[in-house]
């Protein structure tokens, strides 16, 4: 078949499946086909965070062109065209928390036999001592395994300890032949920690490391520009780039000011950025972050040196402190997205990371064990290291790159244009854009267009409650966390009185009429703590209404049925509930199906999928609690 054959039968084929598009949107809206109009799949698009829109369906009319192969300018495809693909990415882990040093050891070298590849050491105040340094790498080969410190103030310091080892280490006879294959990155982030308000050195020190990591035989990098933190404050993917991006410049300014040639000051430089449960979002932000900073590369006249190392951590901020099991499904998409994007080191956090530790009963080193294994199963089992850049030639993920890619561009443009990344932080143009996204974000997980699994969409009650602390207190914008602390005070209700906050429901006609919206309410209420107490189908008139919803004890109640029965019988149910004490008395549908009722009739809100359900909710527990505190019951406004 001729090229212009294949062009034509792929327009056939689309137009094709354009009007099936169009007959199923029209059955379902209940209107002509006609009416939907020539690009009837436009309905079904959705736009991200970014602004990006996402189509339904790609096709040849959406490719682009192939981009080089990994290891070539823009490194879209990756920065290492020798990469083992029998190893793949980087296994990294998180150690350092426990202040003896020989314990550190100890998890460091149990870790590196069970399959971690990369060291992430968290060094100084309140974790490892500085001077404890060679206990805690003693046997640790880092030209085998790859060294990250997370020093904060004390980098400096943690550097020249680090460097003093390998010295001494090269002096003995190590058997390293070739420095090189030494690799270390000091971690200093004076950048992107002032956006987190974390202590951390002055820039110009970071500079003056740089200046000396980079004369070192083995392979150092000094400074971390950490997006991660952009992102636990709320930013979208490009936001995080944009501001990474910008951040970046910032320091090559610094460190060729400071007599750095340019080449040097690029290898100066690696980049942290967090991974979603959000597949394919992950794997077009690892690749569109290529891009974007060889981007930087080239106008700088060193598009050579624009493959910088990047570090995928897993979102803090999807981390959910209520069903937290689900974190571990979560936490593989996110290593999934990330080792696929082609990142160069994959830390997966724990599945208990927004709690306490020990909160679930469960030990650190099980935590652990799970995390290291979710990425050893998607290496060894599934093979995902086996082919370097998997999802390139795919209509959607090259698509989807280079929007994230055109979105962070103008950001760290607009950032460019406010005279850079100091002054945008100063004058508040970045914390104020991420401030705008969250606030988008938290209005579409309070409204459920945004499910968040186990907290507000199919949460489970039954869970023991959390213990004293497990609040939020750091700096990640969770995306549970609103309704988690709904469930906090349903927690320290049930403390109180020793049953959960409950609403009854009042279900009216045949279960198949009613169980829509029952199941819809129950699933809304838990997602508050609020138990529902369902009695089964009742009827007005016969005094169901009015036994059970006294027998139940609620002062809530939510009536269910369909728009036809509540437009004969919502007013009687309402009248009803009332009588028998229910102070308040919601309708689970909308409010134009009983438009007509007013007075005692008309209930006092109505439920829908559109509501803000965080503010519903909180408004309900107000009316449960305060009914709790005066008459000690459980709710009810009798």
């Not at 460091?108 to 404890?132: F, K, M, Q, Y």
């Not at 099980?366 to 030639?393: K, M, Y």
Request: aromatic share 6%.
């Amino acid at each position: 078949m001729s090229l212009a054959s294949e062009t034509e039968e792929a327009a056939r084929a689309y137009t094709d499946w354009q009007r099936s598009v169009a007959g199923v949107l029209a059955k379902s809206r209940r209107v002509d086909a006609a009416d939907l109009g020539p690009e009837p799949e436009k309905l079904l698009e959705t736009t991200t965070y970014d602004g990006v829109t996402v189509a339904p369906l790609y096709s040849p009319r959406d490719e682009r062109p192939e981009q080089p192969l990994p290891g070539a300018f823009p490194y879209v495809r990756g920065v290492d065209a020798t990469r083992d693909v029998n190893s793949g990415w980087l296994v990294s882990a998180r150690f350092g928390a426990g202040a003896d040093p020989a314990d550190v050891n100890r998890s460091i070298l149990d870790a590196l036999e069970n399959g971690v590849s990369a060291v992430w050491l968290t060094v100084g105040e309140n974790t490892l001592p500085v001077r404890s340094l060679e206990t805690a790498l003693d046997g640790v080969l880092l030209d085998l395994a790859p060294l990250t410190l997370d020093a904060g103030t004390e980098v400096t310091a943690a550097a020249h300890a680090l460097f003093a080892l390998l010295d001494a280490r090269a002096s003995a006879g190590d058997g390293v032949t070739d420095r090189t294959t030494v690799r270390v990155h000091l971690g200093a982030a004076p950048l992107t920690s002032a956006f987190a308000g974390v202590t951390d050195i002055e820039l110009g020190d970071a500079v003056a490391l740089a200046t000396e990591a980079s004369s070192r035989p083995e392979q150092v990098r000094a400074i971390t520009v950490d997006g991660t933190v952009f992102h636990d404050a709320g930013a979208s993917d490009s936001e995080e780039l944009g501001a990474s991006v910008a951040a970046g410049l910032e320091y090559l300014r610094a460190l060729t000011a400071s007599g750095l040639p340019i080449g040097k000051a690029f290898g100066q430089i690696d980049f942290r950025f967090a991974a979603t449960d959000d597949q394919f979002q992950t794997i077009a932000k690892f690749r569109a972050a290529r891009l974007v900073w060889a981007r930087i590369a080239q106008v700088c006249g060193a598009s050579d040196f624009g493959g910088a190392p990047q570090h995928a951590v897993t979102s803090a901020a999807m981390m959910s402190q209520r069903d937290p099991w689900v974190n571990m499904l979560r936490t593989t998409l996110a290593a999934f997205g990330a080792g696929v994007g082609g990142a160069d080191a994959v830390t997966v956090l724990p599945f208990d990371a927004a709690l306490p530790a020990g909160a679930l009963g469960v030990s650190q080193t099980f935590a652990d064990r799970i995390a290291r294994n979710t990425q050893l199963l998607l290496l060894e089992e599934s093979h995902l290291g086996r082919v370097l850049d998997p999802a390139a030639g795919s209509w959607y993920v090259e698509d989807l790159t280079q929007r994230i890619a055109g979105k962070a561009w103008e950001f760290f443009q607009q950032i460019e244009s406010a005279g850079g990344y100091l002054a945008g932080l100063g004058a508040g143009q970045i914390t104020e854009r991420i401030n705008s996204t969250r606030a988008q974000r938290e209005s579409d997980i309070a409204h459920r267009k945004t499910a968040v699994t186990g907290v507000n969409e199919y949460p489970n009650l039954e869970e023991a409650p959390l213990p004293p602390g497990a609040a939020d207190t750091g700096r990640v914008a969770r995306y549970a966390a609103a309704f988690e602390r709904l469930r906090d005070r349903s927690d320290t209700y049930l403390a109180l009185h020793g049953v959960r906050p409950t609403a009854f429901l009042a279900p009216l006609g045949p279960v198949a009429e009613h169980n829509v919206r029952t199941t819809f309410s129950t699933n809304l209420l838990a997602s508050g703590g609020i138990a529902a107490v369902n009695p089964g189908p009742l009827a007005v008139g016969d005094g169901s209404i009015a036994a059970a919803a006294a027998q139940s004890g609620a002062g809530i109640a939510v009536i269910c049925g369909t728009d036809k029965r509540y437009t004969a019988d919502a007013a009687a149910a309402v009248e009803e509930l009332r009588a028998a004490g229910v102070g308040t008395v919601l309708l689970a549908g909308p409010e134009k199906v009983v438009a007509d009722v007013d007075g005692a009739a008309r209930p006092d809100g109505f439920v829908t999928a559109r509501i803000d359900a965080v503010s519903v909710l909180s408004d309900l527990l107000d009316i449960i609690e305060s009914a709790g505190n005066t008459s000690g019951d459980t709710g009810s406004k009798k």
